[in-house]
């Protein structure tokens, strides 16, 4: 041991300047000023230079210091084995944990991030996203970071860690600044994968770069050369050492370890002596050293080398052949010879070899045959040690092909484990491993299935070929070919081919003899066809889909998906509110997951969603907040979840919550940009962003937004809410550009008309339409105002009839204007459309010069957070010589009136008796806001509210 520490200080000779980078870190990290914190530091340079030594030394020092120390090291042979590194940094910290109190630690995170690290077996169902595991490694790095502060975390051989970890702590990095963390990663420049560049490109709070390691000066070896051999050692010995190591330190300090075991003189007349001795260390020189400890310790290094790190000697043992006692004297001659090392600073850690350019030496000089063989052989060996499948896998990636059922079923077995676990990407190696090997004629299928599984998150195009494959196979099991269909069909609507999806299901529901098999299917079909902006024939299929929701129960859940589709083609086509919501009821009969493992979370969605068409705002919340808080438990926060902020912001916008709109709507644009551009979720979450800005007057931002985002044409194919070519139309209809607008808009006429689409509370192309062609052609307007109106009228929810007739007002004859606006006004007064109102109130005071409507709506926008209007509301208001209202008194929760109001109200319509007041009093509208629902179900949202937790 004494030996070894004076080997690290000489080593260290010449890092003084990266050494004060060290302590003025660690200085900041332990400080209690204002300039205390964590910090980036970040070492490259070639093998050999010492970055091993160096973190090695920060260690010491950051435990003298008293700092939690997280240390791991990439290894290149486990770089496909996913979170090798992460499990490296994070497993020592909690294993042992009984699991009561690890579920009681991680909470939530325990079954997203546990498979990941190892600390439990993944679970039955749908497996994280990728991006939810990296939040959620995020959540447990952090919660260790703070309850164990501070913290240095080093990571050496960056280069070689696996993708999985390397690309966490590459996002997680800049984080550390904002923490008492100090992260510090070591890696080979000219090797650093390219999902990592981050780490040359983030400067440190310290304003420096990624700091080079520069090989040591002639002096510096001398002075190495010196302390190892003796002062006596001259100077042209010395200038020769420097020459043949070119100043790497890990040469110089093995080339005077065998000068010193050679009794070489270190005089001049030995310096020719020193280029062979150098030669030796590394390559041929190195192997023909090794070949001399004998045949059994040539085993022994091979087998350690393609173990890779922390090798433990039993196992390699077993892969070379080798007895118990061979192995101890293999492993002491290797040490004698500087191959191998002691243990490392844990006493477990297994065995290392001194230096990772031996190790890759070593594993090179195997014959290619010998070495595919060895991978074979250590698979089995790592099985049998019970160390599972995914650790075997690593090596049988590494074999050739033999047709061997076992390899089959090892690589199946571990694929199935990691891409529970998260790690979608080492699972399709290993698949398209298994693939080559190959599998059975009749497993063959079930394979292909796996692997388009595992790639559909990051190949979707692969994805459809091995699913087009394994469809051609020939497949006896009735459940697997059915997955396989619906699973393309799946991966072909995602990516924007529904009218293919929807082929591909027609193809095969005839050939589907199991009923229940077929209404999957044919539910699958309904599903891409609702979603699909193309559908050529939509009336037949929504007859067809009618016939057959109507008659059934609802008594299992591909049933609930049919009414389910029912429910929403009910609300798009504007049938009565009531019906719909009478289906949406049979769909809710019994709980609906919004993340059940072979269903999509498409239809929950929707009939979340007509509940806000149908003035019940309320209740879509209720059912995005479980739906959300499902996602989140499953570790979906990529698209998933960004689809749940991005709506959830709609409910709100449609409530006239505007700021919390844009918060959410923000929310989801951030995630969706994490997912990617022009993908559905993005197209969702810029249409509502845009529409929220628009609402809240802010017409340039949204403008630069679209912009910013090609927000445009072309337009998805698959159905977006709200439509996205409305929106676009409404933007340049804000922006003053109708003519524009009104090429968008007829358009959208002849997209959705023939679809039967004409509920103009889902999508209100004709008004805007009315307002863009209304002073070149008020006839026009005034037909399509009225015809929306009717449409309105037919669905029959308050708020959709309310804005048809504001905007009718708007376009019609001065003599027709007051009705329409103070029908207007009294429908919305009992809806939950905020914001709506607000619009209908400052119409009708400006139409009316009435300055009690004006006052209430500038205080009703400014509740909504409609600042635009509210500004044009009261300069009206001003105008007619009103009194500025005085600010909000707002507030979400049911004042006492109020909610005597809503009871009265809920009473008064079960039983028959006096007629309603026009225009409800303002309590009642109040309540109607709050507690998002129009006067009809205010019983359900009342009973409701009483039964939720305080």
Known sequence: MTERRSRVRRALIEREAELGTVDAALDRLTGTGPDAGGALLAFSGPAGLGKTTLLAELRRRARARSCTVLAARGGEREQSQPFHVARQLIQPQLAGTPEGELRAVLGGWYSIVGPALGLCAPEQGAPPDPQGLRDGLDWVLTHLVVRRAPVVLVLDDAHWADPESLGWLAAFAPRAEHLPLLLVVAYRPDELPAHAEAFRTLPGRAGQRPLPLAPLTPAAVAALVRGSLGDHADDAFCQEAWTVTTGNPFEAVELTAKIREKGLPPVGASAPLLRDLAAAQRGSGLIARLERLGPSTVRFAWACAVLGTAIPRELAARVASLGAEE???????????????????????????????????????????????????????????????????????????????????????????????????????????????????????????????????????????????????????????????????????????????????????????????????????????????????????????????????????????????????????????????????????EPF???????????????????????????????????????????????????????????????????????????????????????????????????????????????????????????????????????????????????????????????????????????????????????????????????AVARARAFGAPSGIGQALRVAAEVADRGEREALLRESVALLSASPAGYELACALAASGTELQDRDLLTQAVVTARDCGADGLAGRATEHLLALGGALPCGSSWQDELTEEELLAAEHAARQDETPGPERAPVPGPELSAACRKLGTDRPGLRSALRARTAAPA
């Open 593 to 787: 997951s919004w993340a059940y493992a072979d269903h999509g979370f498409e239809v929950p969605v929707l009939t979340a969603m007509v509940h806000l068409y149908a003035d019940r705002p309320w209740k879509a919340e209720e059912l995005f907040d479980a739906g959300t808080a499902e996602f989140e438990r499953q570790g979906w926060r990529g698209a998933h979840l960004s689809f749940a902020h991005s709506l959830r912001a709609y409910i709100r916008y449609r409530r006239g919550r505007l700021v919390e709109a844009e918060e959410l709507a923000r929310a989801g644009l951030r995630l969706a940009e994490r997912v990617g551009r022009r993908t559905p979720v993005h197209w969702y979450a810029i249409a509502i962003l845009i529409t929220t800005l628009l609402a809240r007057g802010r017409v340039d931002e949204a403008w630069e937004l679209a912009r910013e985002h090609d927000y445009g044409k072309p337009f998805p194919a698959a159905v977006v809410f709200p439509d996205s070519q409305t929106v676009y139309a409404e933007l340049l209809l804000a922006r003053g550009d109708a003519k524009a607008a009104v090429v968008e808009l007829e358009a959208v006429d002849r997209r959705l008309t023939p679809r039967g689409i004409q509920n103009p509370a889902w999508c209100p192309w004709q008004l805007h339409l009315a307002r863009a062609v209304a002073a070149d052609d008020p006839g026009r307007a005034r037909e399509l105002a009225a015809d």
């Open 327 to 589: 192995a101890v004297d293999a492993t002491g001659r290797l040490r004698d010879a500087r191959i191998l090392s002691g243990a490392g600073e844990e006493p477990d850690a297994g065995l290392e070899f001194v230096h990772p350019l031996i190790a890759t030496a070593i594993y090179r000089s195997i014959p290619d045959a010998l070495r595919v063989a060895l991978h074979g052989r250590t698979a089995a060996a790592v099985v049998d040690a019970g160390l599972g499948a995914p650790a075997a896998a690593r090596h049988l990636l590494e074999t050739r092909p033999e047709n061997d059922p076992w390899v089959v079923r090892t690589l199946r077995e571990a694929a199935a484990e990691n891409l529970r676990a998260g790690a979608p990407e080492a699972a399709r190696r290993q698949l398209a491993r298994a693939l080559l090997e190959p599998p059975g004629f009749r497993e063959r299928a079930a394979v292909l299935y796996e692997l388009g599984c595992a790639s559909l998150l990051t190949e979707p195009a692969n994805t459809v070929n091995h699913l087009r494959d394994a469809l051609a196979e020939p497949v006896d099991d009735t459940a697997l070919r059915q997955g396989i269909v619906i699973r393309l069909a799946q991966v072909l609507s995602h990516s924007d081919h529904l009218s293919e999806a929807s082929d591909l299901l027609a193809r095969e529901i005839p050939r589907t003899q199991d009923p229940r098999a077929r209404l999957r299917l044919q539910s699958e079909q309904f599903m891409w066809d609702a979603f699909n902006a193309a559908e050529p024939d939509s009336p037949t299929r929504s007859r067809r889909l009618a016939k057959l929701a109507d008659r059934l129960t609802g008594r299992d859940l591909t049933e609930r998906y049919v009414i389910g589709l029912r429910t929403w083609d009910a609300c798009l086509r504007g049938e009565p509110v009531d019906v719909v919501l009478h289906h949406a009821g049979r769909v809710l009969r």
